[in-house]
């Protein structure tokens, strides 16, 4: 079931993967700083200051909605906090249903097109499914995908291999908090 356009959901994670390829691991900043996304929706914290954009998409149906995406490379690794608030005609009454079309989504940017790790589960009142697979250049990809609601977020840290359960990812996906 198409429930959004799936394009902008792929596009974030391939951007990350040309970013972190091309960058040299480096020491990280000790001092890490709050991100309130999107009118305060959550709070994360990065290793610096993210670049924020705002993505215009519709719905299947054409109803347009926004995508607040903000993104940090530093130290050889890319960090990525998004959240949208998807319109009514989008039916978040199956909140397994609609991550699993952004992991099926995001999985086409993997080396072999699959996750190597999924895990389902409750996070702060959300469904959400976290997921880890690997990307060419010896690079991988960790994501956690949430729907509260109609409020989906996302976090996804993107660097070397066994860079994805070291404290750096550790640090920026234990912060996230919901409001």
């Known amino acids: 079931m198409n429930f959004f356009r799936r394009g902008f959901l792929v596009l974030p994670a391939l951007a990350l993967a040309t970013r972190a390829r091309a960058q040299a691991p480096l020491r990280l900043p000790e001092q890490w700083y709050g991100v309130e996304v999107e009118d305060n929706v959550f709070t ?3 290793p610096g ?7 215009k998409d519709v719905s299947a149906r054409g109803t347009p909605f926004q995508l607040h995406s903000y993104s940090l ?30 992991l099926a989504d995001r999985a086409r940017s993997l080396e072999g097109g ?8 409750q996070t702060q009142g959300a469904t959400a499914v976290e997921s880890v697979g690997p990307l060419r250049g010896g690079n991988a990809l960790r994501q956690l ?35």
């Not at 319109?87 to 909140?95: F, I, K, L, Q, T």
């Not at 949430?146 to 550790?170: C, D, H, I, T, Y």
């Open 44 to 46: 994360v914290q990065m």
């Open 49 to 55: 200051v993210p670049d924020h954009r705002i993505v």
């Open 73 to 102: 490379d530093t130290g050889g690794f890319s960090y990525v906090a998004q959240s949208a608030l998807y319109p009514g005609d989008v039916d978040a009454g199956n909140p397994r249903a609609i991550l699993q079309t952004a």
């Open 114 to 121: 699959q996750w190597s790790k999924v895990d389902w589960r």
């Open 145 to 179: 995908v949430m729907l509260k609601g109609r409020r989906f977020v996302s976090l996804a840290f993107l660097g070397p291999a066994a860079s994805v359960n070291g404290r750096e990812a550790q640090r920026f996906f234990n912060s996230l908090k919901l409001q």
